[in-house]
C-alpha cells in the first residue's frame, strides 16, 4: 500500500505545473507577439474600384443581358472615364460597336438613350451591299423593302421610318453589312420571315415620326 504525498510532495508538484503552465503562456504570447507585428508591417491592399466588364465577346447592336457582364475589380488609376458600375441599369442600353471579352463598358460604348423606346427591341440585319450601309449614320430613319431575286416580283415594304441604332463594324470579311433598328416586335417578326426568302434593302427617308 503507497503512502499519500506529503505536503512537501505536492508543494513541488504545484510548482512543477505552474512552471509549465508559465512556458506554455509565454509561448502563446510570443506567437501572437509576431503575428502582429508582422501584420502591422505588411502592407495594406491596394484599393480598387468595382466596375462592369463584358463576360464575353459581344456584338455591336447587341444589348447586354445579366450573363453577359460581370464585375471587374481595378486600380483607381486605370479605370477608364465613364465606366460603368455594379447595379448600373443597360436592360435599354445598345452596344454601338463589338466589345471583347474583359473590355470594361463605359457608356461610349453606348448609344445614347432612348436609343431603344419602350415597347421596343434592337433588331440586327444583313443587306447585301455594304456600300450601302456607308452612306447610314447612326439616328437616320430608313424604310425597309423586301426584294425578290426575281424578275415579276415588287419589293414589298416591310417598315416605315424605323431608326438606326448600331451600324457594327465587321468582325470578319463577310459579305455585306449589319444594321441594327429599333423597331416592334410585330415588325422584327416580318423581318425574320422576309429574311429568309427574300433579300432586305433600304431607302433613307425625312420621316422624323
Do not use: C, K
Request: aromatic share 4%.
Amino acid at each position: 500500500m503507497t503512502n499519500p504525498p506529503s505536503l512537501r510532495d505536492l508543494f513541488r508538484h504545484l510548482l512543477q505545473a505552474a512552471r509549465w503552465h508559465r512556458r506554455l503562456l509565454a509561448g502563446v504570447a510570443a506567437a501572437a507577439a509576431v503575428y502582429f507585428a508582422l501584420h502591422a508591417l505588411s502592407p495594406a491592399p491596394p484599393p480598387t474600384v468595382a466596375v462592369l466588364a463584358a463576360a464575353r465577346d459581344l456584338a455591336g447592336g447587341a444589348v447586354p443581358e445579366r450573363g453577359d457582364v460581370r464585375t471587374l475589380e481595378l486600380p483607381p488609376a486605370v479605370v477608364p472615364t465613364g465606366a460603368l458600375r455594379p447595379g448600373a441599369d443597360l436592360t435599354s442600353r445598345v452596344l454601338s460597336g463589338p466589345v471583347r471579352a474583359g473590355e470594361p463598358l463605359t457608356d461610349a460604348r453606348f448609344l445614347g438613350p432612348p436609343a431603344v423606346p419602350d415597347g421596343s427591341l434592337a433588331y440586327p440585319f444583313r443587306i447585301d451591299d455594304a456600300d450601302i450601309s456607308a452612306l447610314l449614320r447612326v439616328g437616320d430613319r430608313v424604310n425597309l423593302y423586301a426584294a425578290t431575286s426575281t424578275a415579276s416580283g415588287t419589293a414589298g415594304l416591310l417598315a416605315r421610318s424605323v431608326p438606326v441604332v448600331a451600324l457594327p463594324t465587321p468582325r470578319t470579311a463577310s459579305a455585306g453589312a449589319l444594321i441594327v433598328v429599333a423597331t416592334s416586335p410585330e415588325t422584327a417578326t416580318r423581318l425574320a420571315q422576309a429574311t429568309a426568302n427574300s433579300r432586305i434593302t433600304v431607302a433613307l427617308t425625312p420621316d422624323t415620326s
